[in-house]
């Protein structure tokens, strides 16, 4: 079955920095890959997803990259906000079936 | 996107007792599923629930310990049979709406076994 790989598992910056989550997966039929937010005591919540037929997508401040033949996948937060510290989950798999990774945590210090 | 909802929102349940959870949403759905998100972890798939069918189970998890029922395109059970304090955890489900193919999560339910 599919391994997701997630680093790093806690990361810190200044607002207004950009922050980078990175993922890699194992199963070469894996074709979609969501990003989830998920706030203290509160369902995940998607915030963008790639899939493979695409390289990079991009949502105001949010964009993931996809590197099939590496297989890995990043998301990118710029101009980070205190609102955006939560843990963050990759997800990766194909038939609507999603193995994820272990989440980060991402704190944004003002 | 839709409503999602679950029902206990939380419990506290002996040991060796069984809890069913309750998962509706508002649109018709190709898929649902459940998942169990133990304390400080990550999310793991449980089984997939198909509609008038048996649940597809993913490694680890058997049917006897986790029935699921489907009758419907926007209703889903899970049953936590047997408990131990280690099913303390929370469950969740999550529906693939028709047409589309983002996986949107419930609510939750927080599971205490004492």
């Known amino acids: 079955g599919e391994n997701v790989e997630q680093h790093p598992s806690t990361l810190s910056v200044q607002e207004g920095d950009s922050a980078v989550i990175k993922c890699t997966y194992s199963?070469?039929?894996?074709?979609?890959f969501p990003w989830y937010k998920q706030e203290l005591g509160k369902r995940p919540q998607l915030i963008i997803d790639i899939r493979s037929n695409v390289g990079e997508k991009k949502d105001q401040r949010i964009a993931v990259t996809l590197n099939k033949t590496a297989k890995h996948f990043s998301l990118h937060i710029t101009e980070t906000q205190p609102e955006d510290s939560a843990v963050y989950f990759c997800g990766g798999g194909s038939n609507y079936k999603l193995t994820f990774g272990k989440g980060t945590l991402l704190t944004v210090n003002p | 996107s839709a409503v999602i909802s679950q029902k206990p929102s939380r419990d506290i349940c002996q040991r060796g007792t069984s809890l069913t959870i309750q998962c509706q949403v508002d649109?018709?759905?190709?898929?649902m599923f459940w998942y169990r998100q133990q304390p400080g972890q990550s999310l793991t798939l449980i089984a997939t629930?198909?509609?008038?069918?048996?649940?597809?189970?993913e490694s680890g998890f058997v049917i006897d310990k986790f029935p699921i029922s489907r009758p419907n395109l926007t209703f889903s059970t899970l049953t936590v049979s047997n408990m131990s304090p280690e099913d303390s955890s929370i469950y969740l489900c999550?529906?693939?709406?028709?047409?589309?193919?983002?996986?949107?999560f419930g609510p939750g339910t927080r599971l205490t076994v004492t």
């Open positions: 999550s529906v693939v709406l028709r047409d589309a193919y983002e996986q949107y």
């Open positions: 199963d070469s039929a894996s074709n979609y």
């Open positions: 649109s018709q759905v190709t898929m």
């Open positions: 629930a198909n509609q008038g069918s048996e649940a597809t189970y």
